[in-house]
């Protein structure tokens, strides 16, 4: 029996503090066929972030070329910046049957999810704003003023929660990799994935 | 953080000897709130058949007793024979926030899509159909003609496996009951079972 012919891409969304690197983080070292494609960013990198990790921070005369070269895939401004994600090899991994996880912000999820529409998105949520807080202040390099800014950002994106295809609680770490490893497991046997197998199975001898 | 308020039904399908049994067996062993509605059927019990496991026989006047009296849910009748779905408990499981699991033909799968949209269905494939045949083969008590029958039976209901939500490859059985054990799990957290999560985190106080 063949495998999935087609790989399965998966957006993944929720506010800053929820713990989508986190998570990433465990999921990546228990798939070995997993890709995780990393959006690049023109703002300044926070002190906790790590280049490729969590962006890749480019100057935004590199992102404009890029843009022009038709290497973004689709890309927002935000706060005076730009937010994209870079095409690069996406395609190529789908071909080879990889699940690749878009690690991207609401509206870019929304732009991702016009161009790709058998993607399968998912929201990470905060078990409240308050543990949002917390996670964030915990980032030592948040100042106040900064942190109420993010929460605001943070009720804007749970607002658009109800339009992805899966809600992930991240109350728990384990929980929430477990439940995100659930959903990657179910959805590469949805029936648009696995149709070449009913006719393997028709077509063999019996 | 409540749990998903109502449960989630899944209907399961899949040849004679695709495994249903045997994979709803373990599963039952590892969910504390799975419950398994057992269809009623006025055929006579095979050999290696036991009552309630596989189906409750009844007499046909008993089975029309019941449907005279609102018991049955949806029914079929196949080779002279009535299968159904005893109406009893599926709903006050759901709304104690169980999963149902129907394990259900393909006729009477489309029965129940049609009065529980929002259910969700799998279908059980054997690797191949020699497969099938063997395994057919091993119940002592099926003749050749039987089996020939039951395999004809088989390829007409394969022939419905892509109406299915989802495909569930029976090939190694561990690896089947963890599949199937994925897309309960992911689909408790579609988020169709989940705005009142949205909800409760947008209300929390910050």
Redesign the interface.
Known sequence: ?RKNKRGLLVVLSGPSGSGKDTVLGELKEEFDDLEVSVSLTTRRKRAWEHEGTHYYFVARAQFEEKIAAGEILEYTQYNGNYYGTPKSAIDAWLARGKTVILKIEVEGAANIRAIYPECVTV?L??????V??QRLFRRESEDAAEIARR?DIA?RE??H??D??????N?QLDYAV??F???I???R???CR??H??E???N???
């Open positions: 029996m929201f949520l905060p078990p409240s704003l308050e949002l807080a929460m009720r749970l607002a929660a109800a992805y295809d899966y809600i992930v609680l109350d477990s439940d490893r659930a959903i497991r179910a959805e046997q949805r029936v696995r149709r197998m009913i393997e199975v028709l063999s001898a019996s």
